[in-house]
């Protein structure tokens, strides 16, 4: 496993080979297909989302030992826990075309009311295009799409951050979310803002 940090343009850690290479495997060709997901096209975003419950069986457990096995990257803020709900995470599948434009997460748990802190993004395959562009005012990381590689970034504050268009292949990753109930919230939205 090879991790590294980053402090600009805001906290973020890359693992390499994050999950047990055996285990990856059967997640990949044991996953049923979604059968709830939520499509979007339009001017901002162009990809296909899982919906919350619609995760099931070992694309659950891969989830949840995300979940858990990050816990040392996020050490030292106050009250972060996953979402095991996973509102808004769970699996994204983007195809030659799909894109999302520069935003910033919603701020604010819609349930718990919680403030949202970090993003949890495994990748499952590899594709041409398809960078997580992690975008400061004066620096930029971006980070190339590696199967069983974890993006680990902070969403809190001015966390803003794209997806590059997908050129060629299948970019297919899970997310889980990381949300503080003691931090107040910067923002006040509950879906994410587009800028």
Request: proline share 7%; with cysteine.
């Amino acid at each position: 496993m090879r991790v590294e940090r980053f402090s600009l343009p805001y906290l973020a850690y890359i693992v390499d080979d994050f999950l047990d290479p055996a285990f990856l495997q059967k997640v990949l060709h044991e996953s049923e297909p979604f059968k709830k997901y939520h499509a979007y096209d339009d001017e901002h975003a162009k990809k296909i989302t899982s919906v919350p419950g619609g995760v099931k069986g070992i694309m659950r457990d891969a989830l949840t030992i995300i979940a858990n096995a990050a816990q040392p990257l996020y050490a030292g803020w106050p009250n972060v826990a996953p979402d095991m709900s996973f509102y808004g995470a769970g699996v994204s599948i983007m195809r030659p075309g799909d894109f999302l434009k520069p935003h910033v997460d919603h701020a604010i748990h819609p349930k718990t009311k919680h403030t949202r802190m970090f993003n949890a993004l495994l990748y499952l395959t590899e594709c041409e295009g398809g960078e997580l562009r992690l975008i400061g005012p004066d620096t930029e990381v971006r980070i190339k799409p590696k199967k069983n590689r974890l993006a680990f970034f902070q969403s809190y504050g001015d966390a803003v951050h794209a997806v590059e268009p997908v050129t060629g292949g299948e970019r297919i990753a899970l997310s889980v979310y990381f949300y503080s109930s003691s931090q107040i919230p910067f923002r006040d939205n509950t879906k994410a803002r587009f800028l």
